[in-house]
């Protein structure tokens, strides 16, 4: 997929967990975790605003395109 998601790299520059994030931005550690993963096929903007917010970030810090190689 050419959508890199960055959420780890945030939180270790933060050094937040992922249970720590998950109540704070109120989403489930098992929901966080999938987006960490980069295995969520969609993220809300409220969601994103939301880890933006408690991560002192922009959106392009988590999410990153990288072309698929042909």
């Known amino acids: ?3 890199i998601v960055n959420l780890d790299v945030m939180m270790a520059k933060r050094k937040v ?3 720590e994030l998950a109540e704070r931005v109120d989403l489930t550690p098992a ?3 999938i ?3 980069g295995k ?3 993220v809300r903007f409220s969601t994103l605003e939301a880890i933006c917010k408690e991560l002192d ?3 392009g810090d988590i999410l990153e395109y990288q072309a698929e190689e042909e």
């Open 1 to 3: 997929m050419p959508i």
């Open 17 to 19: 967990s992922l249970g």
């Open 31 to 33: 929901n966080l975790s």
């Open 35 to 37: 987006l960490k993963t």
């Open 40 to 42: 969520a096929k969609a």
């Open 57 to 59: 970030c922009q959106p």
